[in-house]
């Protein structure tokens, strides 16, 4: 019998490369469909992102997402719908390489939600052996490893979050702080106004304090084209869209383009 250990867990490998300041791309999964998470890992992206907070789905999508881009070497982050300890367990435990916290304003607040990303006595994360990312018991060890292989994003989304970026980007465990565009747009007063002189100035302050604690500095982006813009200016860790808006927005160019010789 085989000794190979073939597994759709990341073994903490994205954690690596974002703590080592590599450059990676995802898209947010939203729609529901473990297909479609397929799709999005096998176009390429460095990491697909379950979001269980607009998304179409709920927990359960978790279970099925992660072997489906496993099988093509993608790990599958999850933006939890809560910073609560049992959201958050319930998809490490299902074998998610890390978790995004949205709507977290502070950095005490951030202290609060690391806590249950780690087992104790670092964390107060609950303990089994018997769920995916243990191999269903086949890994006991998994245990000991789980901290350091867990990446942590959090979310900035407020003009608060924005003031304790600094205090944010020092905690031990938080890997990459990252810009949602529409929620702060509009928490700074400025809704969906992303040239604005105050949400320019917010994403500076963000990019600044992730270089100086030497985190990885994040944002959702529409497009490709986007992202390398927002490459070129430091920030490493880019969502390009999601797998409804890259599908509608394809769909909308071969139609314009289909119908552009009838107008």
Not at 64 to 89: F, K, N, Q
């Amino acid at each position: 019998m085989s000794t190979v250990s073939l597994t759709p867990l990341d073994g903490g490998a994205l954690a690596g490369s974002v703590r080592g300041g590599e450059t990676t791309l995802g898209t947010f999964i939203g729609m529901a469909t473990p297909v479609s998470a397929e799709v999005c890992a096998a176009s390429g992206f460095d990491w697909v992102l379950l979001d269980l907070e607009h998304g179409a789905g709920g927990e359960e999508q978790v279970r099925d997402v992660v072997p489906a881009a496993g099988s093509y070497g993608v790990p599958t982050l999850v933006r939890v719908e809560a910073a609560e300890r049992i959201r958050i367990g319930r998809a490490l435990d299902c074998g998610a390489a890390g978790i995004m916290l949205p709507r977290l304003n502070s950095a005490a607040e951030v202290e609060s939600a690391l806590a249950h990303l780690r087992y104790p006595p670092a964390g107060d994360r609950g303990v089994a052996t018997y769920n995916r990312a243990c191999r269903f018991g086949l890994d006991p060890d998994a245990l000991d490893r789980a901290d350091q292989e867990t990446l942590c994003v959090v979310q900035i989304e407020s003009a608060a979050a924005v003031d304790a970026a600094d205090d944010i980007a020092a905690l031990d465990g938080v890997d990459v702080l990252f810009i949602g565009p529409r929620d702060l747009s509009h928490d700074l007063g400025v809704p969906g106004d992303l040239t604005a002189p105050a949400y320019v100035e917010a994403l500076k302050t963000v990019l600044a304090a992730a270089r100086r604690h030497d985190k990885s500095a994040g944002m959702l982006v529409p497009d490709g084209a986007a992202a390398a813009a927002r490459l070129a200016q430091g920030w490493s860790f880019l969502a390009i869209g999601s797998d409804s808006t890259l599908l509608a927005a394809t769909i909308r160019a071969e139609l314009d383009q289909a119908l552009s010789t009838t107008s």
